[in-house]
């Protein structure tokens, strides 16, 4: 009787989530397309804030430096007490009438880190007047034509304009876990109710933020969203509560050069937000527990040991499970084999989610670049 509840239920969340939870999946399909040529190319500033990334910092610049846009552009690397020699690497990856390499003052108390850096950054813009702002990382490495294409997809009307740039995906780390972790990105913000105007969904990613300075300034800055761990979806929901419209799509040619050579390395990755997501909430996370175990686990479980009807409903689930991962597995060129081993990967990502609980309980939480940003005090 149990068994084959369990079974209706798995197949009934698999059944919303494929067809009803905004196609999320098909986005990995999605190949982007700049609307047409720029009439009038607006004024764009670069803030890219970081803290010791030496290792990486020259090739984003280099790949800013190498924009094919013909508006006016310029880049400020806001240098957030690293020591490392970050800055000296960005300005050996630029002339200096490209870039400005900014000094963060002292992280005030209520900030984090990378929004201190990122409001120091914007203040130091405006006194080029941009009318937009491109918020990347350290990490990102933009193709030759994409700023061209975020501020023609601006011109047709969005006021954020946001990129889930392409993760490494080399080590073995990284090939178990990448393509779930955008796919479950997805799954919580589906890019085309975030892009309908009559949603409320709201997101970003923050590696790659595109957003109208008028626009910022009306929501009140990076200070409104000063606090935020997961700034990139907070600042997409101070806009669009703003009443201004969001754009989100997967990028394959907007690259993170971030690796991650280990599971624990990418485990902390995830843990470092995820009980943030879940708003410090005891009861949330024992919801995500008994959610993510009928979702993910039940599935297979049923499919082995259940009898003959709960099995074929767990089949059923892990069916639609596997075909629904098949899109991201394809856009990181994965063999579609590894899809129906969603669920053990779906069992790390819930290990990491009681990892950043404790975390944060024990006064941890957020760890980064050697600074805890989220912990009960």
């Known amino acids: 009787m149990i068994a084959g509840i369990a079974g209706a239920a798995t197949v009934a969340i698999w059944i919303y989530l494929v067809f009803a939870r905004g196609r999320f999946w098909l986005e990995f399909f999605h ?19 970081a803290r010791n990334e030496s290792l990486v910092v020259g090739q984003a610049i280099g790949s800013l430096r190498s924009q094919q846009y013909p508006g006016r552009f310029h880049i400020i690397l806001v240098d957030d007490g690293s020591d490392d020699g970050t800055a000296e690497a960005a300005r050996a990856a630029a002339p200096s009438d490209l870039l400005t390499v900014v000094h963060a003052a002292p992280l005030p108390e209520g900030w984090s880190g990378k929004l201190w850096a990122l409001a120091e950054g914007v203040r130091r813009a405006e006194r080029l007047s941009p009318d937009l702002l491109l918020l990347t990382d350290a990490d990102i490495v933009h193709a030759p034509g994409g700023l061209t294409d975020l501020a023609a997809r601006a011109a047709c009307g969005y006021d954020l304009v946001s990129y889930m740039a392409t993760l490494q995906c080399q080590t073995v780390a990284e090939r178990v876990l990448v393509p779930a972790f955008v796919f479950f990105f997805f799954m919580l913000y589906p890019p085309a109710r975030i892009r309908n105007s009559r949603r409320r969904t709201a997101g970003a990613a923050g590696g790659c933020m595109l957003i109208r300075r008028t626009v910022l300034e009306q929501i009140g800055g990076i200070a409104a969203i000063r606090g935020a761990l997961i700034d990139d979806c907070a600042l997409a929901r101070a806009v669009k509560r703003q009443g201004a419209r969001v754009w989100l799509s997967v990028s394959a040619e907007t690259r993170s050069i971030r690796p991650y050579q280990s599971f624990g ?20 996370l024992v919801g995500t527990i008994i959610g993510m175990g009928v979702t993910y686990l039940a599935p297979p479980l049923l499919s082995v040991l259940g009898a003959a009807r709960p099995a074929g409903l767990g089949s059923l689930a892990w069916l639609l499970m596997s075909c629904a991962y098949f899109p991201a597995l394809r856009f990181y060129r994965r063999s579609p084999l590894w899809a129906p081993f969603l669920p053990l990967v779906a069992l790390f990502y819930l290990g990491a989610t009681l990892h950043s609980a404790l975390a944060y309980w024990r006064g941890a939480g957020g760890m980064w670049k050697g600074r805890v940003q989220d912990a009960l005090h």
């Open 265 to 284: 390395e990418a485990g902390r990755m995830i843990s470092r937000t995820a009980f943030t997501q879940l708003h410090h909430s005891v009861w949330l």
């Open 31 to 49: 190949r982007s397309t700049a609307p047409g040529p720029l009439r009038r190319p607006p004024a764009i500033v670069a803030v890219i804030p």
